[in-house]
């Protein structure tokens, strides 16, 4: 083995230690790595092997550095192809994401003339304003405003805890 081959394994299994480590949470997103110089002792590789490494996980999305105040686990990131029509949470589930929805509000009122005739509902009908937060990695991510046909929502317990039934009209809010 020639001494560059050598040195691009070292880097490389640098890298994939890291990754390992990043990905089964042994450092949190938001976290800072050690010092770079701690982690080249750690691993016993020069400064430049070891930038390398941090180089590879930058590219792979899976580390942030920023001079002067180190280098950071970076968030993680939502996958999710805008043009399909699966569900986003469903989706992020899939990829070992935890996923929550808050329900922020909720309120039934008389529809607006507009929105009763999206929801197909008589003038003076009543529709549910439902407002949700889901959060992604517990932070907030995604905001929504839906009107439905107050009739066909589940009860206040049930909504806090479980998306409406496939039957239910929604319509986006128009602000």
């Known amino acids: 083995m020639t001494p560059d081959a050598g040195h691009e394994a070292r880097y490389r299994a640098i890298a994939a230690d890291l990754a390992a480590k990043i990905r089964s949470g042994h450092y949190s997103p938001g976290e800072a790595l050690p010092p770079q110089r701690e982690l080249s002792a750690s691993y016993g590789v020069t400064l430049m092997t070891l930038r390398q490494a941090l180089r590879e996980l930058s590219d792979e999305r899976l580390i942030v550095q ?72 517990g932070r907030p991510a995604v905001h929504t405003r839906c009107p439905g046909s107050a009739g066909r929502w589940p009860t206040r317990s049930a909504t806090a805890t479980s998306p409406p039934s496939p039957s239910t009209r929604l319509s986006p809010t128009r602000e």
């Open 66 to 137: 920023q001079p002067g105040k180190g280098t950071f686990v970076a968030p993680p990131h939502l996958a999710y192809q805008l043009d399909s029509l699966r569900s986003l949470v469903d989706d992020l589930r899939k990829q070992g994401h935890d996923v929550r929805t808050v329900v922020a509000g909720r309120a039934v009122r008389r529809a607006p003339a507009r929105i009763a005739a999206d929801l197909r509902l008589r003038p003076g009908d009543t529709a549910l304003r439902l407002e949700r937060v889901r959060e992604f990695a």
